[in-house]
Nanobody, 118 residues
Framework: QVQLVESGGGLVQAGGSLRLSCAAS????????LGWFRQAPGKEREFVAA????????FYADSVKGRFTISRDNAKNTVYLQMNSLKPEDTAVYYC???????????WGQGTQVTVSS
């Protein structure tokens, strides 16, 4: 059974930092792009960042470029999201995602709450 388990969310003041982690298990994740999405209250889920299997390709939403950094440790099947200079508009539930680059298949974590106070 595939599981993606996020951790690291919480409450932080504007300008602060948080590091999210997502531990993946239940299968090998070769040919899977790992990433993060977020969903704020009343809004649709949106893409935040993603990283290829090799780590050589990184993708970011314009809203987080220069502030967030995604990385992965394939030996631990874990993907990280370092979030710096956080803003109140970053407040959302953050979801880990594993997306196959070969077939149409997505896996999702249960989400972790990030709240940024002004």
């Amino acid at each position: 059974q595939v599981q993606l388990v996020e951790s690291g969310g919480g409450l932080v003041q504007a300008g602060g930092s948080l590091r999210l982690s997502c531990a993946a298990s239940g299968r090998t994740f070769n040919n899977y792009r790992l990433g993060w999405f977020r969903q704020a209250p009343g809004k649709e889920r949106e893409f935040v960042a993603a990283i290829s299997w090799s780590g050589g390709s990184l993708f970011y939403a314009d809203s987080v470029k220069g502030r967030f950094t995604i990385s992965r440790d394939n030996a631990k099947n874990t993907v990280y999201l370092q979030m710096n200079s956080l803003k109140p508009e970053d407040t959302a539930v953050y979801y880990c995602n594993a997306r196959s680059t070969v077939v149409a298949r997505d896996y999702w974590g249960q989400g972790t709450q990030v709240t940024v106070s002004s």
